[in-house]
């Protein structure tokens, strides 16, 4: 197994352990972070999106919390893993089965610079947020609405 996915392996075990401190060793301090809903530059901001996570999972949804990862496959340079979250969202308290394929980049020490995730919002938000996600989750609306409520909500856990 290429370091590179023994890197992407030690994250997913991390994350399923919620352990952020070591999800943060895999990560480059400029890394690039994008998925549906956050656009974040810098460990700093990356690493605080995975903390408040996985903070509010262990608080609000230990119980139900899995997370499986599959597919990893890496080189020097690139890499891809699938994985599938099984959790409790915390705003309304809604059962997620969230499927995400993450792509990623990794500079010369095997540290994650770019990390991009794919899931579909649609499916997404009728789960997360059921009637209104059922009929807006595919409008631009109310995936601004989600994309603001998180960012403010990571704001408010950074500002701690």
Known sequence: MHPNAQTLTKFYTAFAALDPDTMATCYADDVAFDDEVFSL?????????????????????????????????????QGQAHWDAHYRFGATGRMVLNHINGVFSFNPQGLITRHRDRFNFWSWSRQALGTPGLLLGWTPFLRNKVRAQALANLRKFLAK
């Open 41 to 77: 530059r810098g460990k700093a901001e990356v690493m605080g999106m995975w903390r408040m996570l996985c903070e509010a999972t262990r608080a609000k949804g230990r119980d139900v919390w899995k997370l499986e990862f599959s597919a990893i496959k890496a080189d020097a340079a």
